[in-house]
């Protein structure tokens, strides 16, 4: 019983156009949503997060979308640079908890030059 | 210190044996976390501390997952009888009272 649902593994995109990372949940309890980015042999690193009272938050190259009748989380990242080349995990905290972070599988994106 | 520490970066270990993890938290952050992430997936939580409280063991395992933080700063995660199923990155992460995680580097247990 996944809360938190990235369903596509990969994705490539060339240098300076747009990336879009996608992620389903579950559970409309939850408070936050959060990306993290993670490149090998380091932890994640957060990125960008968006309240559930919002449905956008944008910084700088990056804005994130929330779609709470649809339960969907976006990331976008434009334009894609190759140093954005990672894995991409979106998280949910939910409210009351301890402030556990519950990930999604990531998606490795890969910007080609 | 600037971020947070985890030691060893890699460990192997024999089925069976007895492993510890240590974790060095950014000085004066309250929260500490623990995550399991295999290969292919998502971390997921284990453990939280607020201080030297442990308040969410919710995620461990197994009874052969133990930690501990007894001052209130490094944290230990001991795995007991380890099992091939335990492979993985051992994620700590630790946040002051309302600020955002800091994740380290992380532990790569494999298990042989």
């Known amino acids: 019983d996944q809360q938190v649902k990235q369903n596509s593994p990969s994705l490539s995109v060339q240098e300076g156009r747009i990336s879009i990372l996608n992620c389903d949940y579950t559970?409309?309890?939850?408070?936050?949503f959060l990306w993290y980015k993670k490149y090998p042999a380091e932890g994640p690193t957060f990125l960008i997060s968006?309240?559930?009272?919002?449905d956008k938050n944008e910084d700088g190259r990056f804005t994130v979308f929330l779609n709470k009748s649809a339960k969907h989380l976006s990331l976008h990242i434009v334009p894609s640079q190759p140093g954005d080349s990672a894995v991409y995990f979106c998280a949910v905290i939910s409210s009351g908890s301890a402030r556990q972070l519950t990930f999604g599988s990531g998606t490795q994106l890969t910007v080609l030059p | 210190g600037a971020g947070v520490s985890q030691s060893p970066r890699y460990k192997v270990a024999k089925r069976g044996q007895d492993v510890a993890l240590r974790c060095d938290p950014i000085s004066g952050h309250v929260s500490l976390f623990w995550y399991q992430q295999a290969l292919g997936q998502g971390p997921e939580f284990l453990t939280y501390f607020q201080n030297e409280a442990q308040l969410d063991k919710s995620g461990l395992p197994s009874d052969r997952f133990f930690a501990e933080r007894p001052e209130g700063s490094v944290s230990t995660l001991k795995i007991q009888r380890t099992q091939q199923e335990d492979s993985a990155v051992y994620l700590c992460?630790?946040?002051?009272?309302?600020?955002?995680?800091?994740f380290g580097s992380g532990t790569r247990l494999t298990v042989v």
């Open positions: 992460a630790s946040s002051s009272a309302q600020g955002g995680y800091t």
């Open positions: 559970n409309s309890m939850f408070d936050y």
């Open positions: 968006i309240s559930s009272i919002k």
